[in-house]
């Protein structure tokens, strides 16, 4: 009886010892590969559906040949009920990557983000066919014109009232709701630079302002310059003299302008062409960014009425007309 109880105590400590030798292979193993990287050359975009489960993910990466097996991943489920909790989305998945922390992505829904950028100087048609045209944005079934309307502007031309910056989102996410949220971005800021206008300027209200900054953000490129350039504007609308500058024109021109400005062009009756008109266009003309907007409240005080390009970029000043075609016929006719 003792042999007997002696050989079933050896073997039930033997078996033990293999469940004991067993578990913690099985540990080792499923930490192995849960610790391993990815099996990809270079940052994949993956989208995971609505409805997939951490299962389908394991069939799909072990036949995509990012992990061995599908195996460890349903193991660790198990193990681990909190790394079922996994969000649809796209994500972006890199070799760096060990499997465990790719699931963690995939349960904390870090979603990549995509990038979108408004450019000061293009126009509110330019900025929406770029919105438009991006493949990781719902669209809406009204399409361009749902996009316009989205920017709740009163009026008939919502010119300038999207705020040139670079927006995050995500895949799936609606192109009107980035509209808007550009919108309201542009709005605060137009809020932020009237309220710190300079007192006496020739402008009704913060409508204005922007006209004058889309001029200004059309006119140069320059950040030191824009001051200096609103200066001349303000100062030109303060006597009554017409602002005479192309950019304007240009707009009113839309699709037939080719790269040039006519005589005819300058003659020609239109609101936007402010070497008939006097005062400011009825709209904006271009998407405008901070900068041109305080030089169009906070211009520089000069005593200038003119400016033409030096053909680099950068401009010369002048106060008075002689001085102004003396440059002209330096800078653009080449005449000493």
Not at 117 to 133: M, S, Y
């Amino acid at each position: 009886m003792n042999r007997w109880m002696t050989r079933l105590l050896l073997s039930l400590m033997s078996l033990a010892l293999a469940l004991v030798v067993a578990a913690a292979y099985m540990v080792h193993r499923l930490e192995s590969q849960m610790t391993a990287p990815l099996a990809m050359d270079q940052p994949t975009e993956w989208t995971l559906p609505e409805g997939a489960t951490t299962v389908r993910v394991a069939n799909l990466w072990s036949q995509a040949g990012w992990v061995p097996t599908s195996f460890w991943i349903k193991v660790a489920v198990r193990l681990e009920p909190g790394l079922a909790q996994i969000k649809a989305g796209t994500y972006e998945l890199t070799p760096q990557m060990s499997v465990r922390d790719a699931l963690q992505l995939l349960v904390e829904g870090r979603q990549k983000a995509f990038r979108l950028t408004l450019v000061e100087g293009e126009t509110l048609r330019q900025a929406l066919a770029r919105i438009a045209a991006h493949p990781k944005l719902v669209q809406p079934e009204q399409g361009g014109a749902a996009l316009k309307a989205a920017i709740g502007f009163q009026g008939d031309n919502p010119e300038g009232m999207l705020f040139p910056d670079t927006y995050q989102f995500h895949a799936g996410d609606s192109a009107v709701a980035l509209v808007k949220r550009s919108s309201a971005r542009m709005q605060r800021e137009i809020q932020l630079a009237w309220s710190q206008c300079q007192e006496g300027l020739p402008l009704k209200n913060d409508y204005q302002m922007v006209i004058l900054a889309s001029i200004i953000e059309k006119e140069t490129a320059l950040a030191e310059e824009r001051p200096l350039i609103g200066s001349v504007f303000i100062n030109r609308l303060n006597r009554g003299m017409r602002l005479q500058t192309d950019p304007t024109v240009i707009y009113g021109m839309g699709e037939r302008f080719n790269g040039n400005i006519t005589k005819a062009d300058l003659l020609e009756r239109t609101p936007y062409n402010t070497y008939r008109i006097r005062g400011l266009p009825p709209t904006p003309i271009a998407l405008v960014g901070r900068e041109a907007l305080q030089a169009a409240c906070q211009p520089a005080q000069s005593k200038y009425y003119y400016f033409v390009s030096r053909g680099d970029g950068s401009h010369h000043f002048s106060r008075t007309l002689r001085e102004h075609n003396q440059a002209v016929n330096k800078y653009i006719r080449k005449r000493s």
